[in-house]
């Protein structure tokens, strides 16, 4: 009971008061206060710091998330949770130069490391950097074949990068990874319809159906490409 009261915690943390009625507040509060004691008990564990930070930014308290993601990297810096999570904390701070330094340090010690690569990636993309951002995503891809995401949004790269057949062929190899992706199938309809190949967008939007078989979009989407 006392581990679903936490959870709830957890979930509920950015939540206004205005939403929940005063007896749920008071429930809240005494939940939260359990989790953050079972937080301060294991505070010499990185993970422990992890989840102290990022209850600290649902709650709208980022000074505090940060300095929670800096104390597990100090316990373990090769901690790659505490990496991505303390990037996304300095990106809602609008501290994209500091989030990149961390990053490329990061890789420094772990390069091999998918999600550091990936993270990097996009926020390259938000800086405008395109091609350094297109290889950190392939990069990513490459060493994360089982993860759908990361060939997904590098293949949306390369395609905003008008690098079509590329994007194209990512997908390709990663839906025969992840055949029932509804983000790889959908952009690969996409994508073939753009080239004006409807034919071959045909069997993917067909796969979209099986995933969706009562939605009546995709049963129209099918039919115009069967014309």
């Known amino acids: 009971m006392r581990g679903v009261r936490v959870e709830a915690a957890r979930v509920l943390a950015d939540v206004a008061d205005e939403q929940i ?33 990022n209850l600290r930014l649902r709650q709208g308290r980022p000074e505090e ?14 901690f790659i949770g505490a990496y991505v999570n303390l990037a996304d904390a300095y990106r809602q701070q609008g501290r994209d130069a500091e989030a990149e330094k961390l990053l490329r340090r990061g890789l420094t010690l772990l390069p ?42 590098y293949a949306v790269g390369l395609h905003s990068a008008d690098k079509r057949s590329e994007a194209l062929s990512v997908l390709r190899a990663a839906e025969a990874r992840h055949p ?14 753009e080239a004006g190949k409807p034919r071959d967008a045909l069997p993917y939007a067909k796969k979209i159906a099986e995933v969706m078989p009562d939605d009546p979009g995709v049963q129209r989407l099918i039919a115009e490409l069967e014309k």
Do not use: C, M
Not at 65 to 78: K, N, Q, S, V, Y
Not at 121 to 137: C, H, N, S, T, Y
């Open 180 to 193: 029932y992706d509804l983000d790889i199938l959908g952009t690969l309809v996409s994508l073939n319809r």
């Open 65 to 78: 998330a940060i300095a929670a993601f800096e104390r597990a990297l100090a316990l373990d810096p090769r």
């Open 112 to 153: 091999r490391a998918p999600d550091l690569h990936h993270v990097l990636g996009l926020l390259l993309v938000r800086k405008g950097d395109k091609a350094a951002a297109l290889k950190e995503l392939g990069v990513a891809a490459k060493l994360a074949p089982d993860s759908a995401r990361y060939s997904y949004v």
């Open 21 to 53: 009625s005063v007896d749920q507040r008071r429930a809240r509060e005494k939940a939260t206060s359990e989790y953050e004691e079972s937080l301060r008990l294991d505070a010499d564990w990185p993970t422990a710091n992890v989840n102290l930070g």
